[in-house]
């Protein structure tokens, strides 16, 4: 039995890609015009989900740029144009529906900040999927980004207890993380959780594939039937 499912949230259950590639863009055309993005550095690290901040600090061309206005500069501008782009993968609705029938929790943990996660949520109606106390990002208080895994030990499971009671147990080993990056499947190794990497997300697909996960789904519908065999 599954005791808890964690998501990633770009790539894994919705696809942010081109949201994320336009308002970087215009990150760059509005501070630094005449720069021009190197394009395949900017997707190899997308693939290997790191946070914004690396992001910007190694694709920026000065290692002393205001790293601050630059991260609240992208945050305003993928807050007003992400939703033109944004759309839930194929069999989102029907995983966390197949989940919540069979009793299991379920989490987010990204790398991605809290209130762009529910903005996305409330506009897609499947906020009620989700409590909100256990969704878990960028500079959420007491965690780091993944694949630290102190998001999991000292931030989500004494949440989980505060939702479902100080005497539910959370065995790592029941617990099943759902992502499509190398940060997702090493956050996994780290807290000992079982992994399920969505082969159709921003990974890189030689080297996730190389970390052998538990699983591999080429569709999040495949999902339920990884938690049924638990």
Known sequence: MT????????????????????????????????????????????ASGVGLSETF??????????????????RQLYTTHEGKFTKPFPGLQEVLEGLKARGIPIAIVSNKV???????LERM??????????IIGDRTPGSEKKPDPTSYTEVLVPRFKRVHGDGVALDPAKVLMVGDTIADLEYARNIGAKVCWCRFGQGDREECGSFQPDYTVDSLSEVLDIVAKQ
């Open 57 to 74: 600090r190694a694709l920026h061309p000065d290692e002393t740029f205001d790293e601050d206005t630059w991260v609240a500069t992208y």
């Open 125 to 134: 109606n499947l906020s009620g999927y989700f409590h909100e106390t256990l």
């Open 114 to 120: 809290v209130p762009a996660i529910r903005t996305t």
């Open 3 to 46: 005791d808890l499912v964690i998501f990633d949230f770009d790539g894994t259950m919705f696809d942010t890609r081109a949201a994320i590639e336009h308002a970087a863009a215009l990150t760059f055309s509005t501070l630094l015009p005449s720069y021009e993005i190197p394009r395949d550095k900017a997707r190899r690290l997308m």
